[in-house]
């Protein structure tokens, strides 16, 4: 059995498409993939939205809400908002 993907012809038949080239990466045409590069090869692209935070600032920012939040919630309770 063949997994040849088949379309349908004219006279109620099936036939088999024609046969693509395996490597796909040859008919990518973007600088960004590297195909018109010398070698073939990708280049470098950077991300910066992966760039790690410090643990200083993510630590301070999650003392920072959690001190927020008890302040909201002895305000409320202590003003009667939520009693």
């Known amino acids: 059995m063949s997994l040849q993907l088949h379309r349908p012809d004219r006279r109620g038949g099936l036939e088999p498409r024609p046969v693509t080239e395996a490597n796909w990466h040859?008919?990518?045409?973007?600088?960004?993939?590297?195909?018109?590069?010398?070698?073939?090869r990708l280049p470098k692209l950077e991300n910066p939205e992966a760039w790690p935070t410090p643990s200083r600032i993510s630590l301070l920012f999650w003392l920072a809400l959690g001190a927020l939040t008890f302040v909201v919630l002895i305000a409320g309770y202590g003003s009667g908002f939520w009693g």
């Open 26 to 40: 040859r008919q990518l045409r973007s600088r960004r993939w590297g195909a018109s590069l010398p070698g073939g």
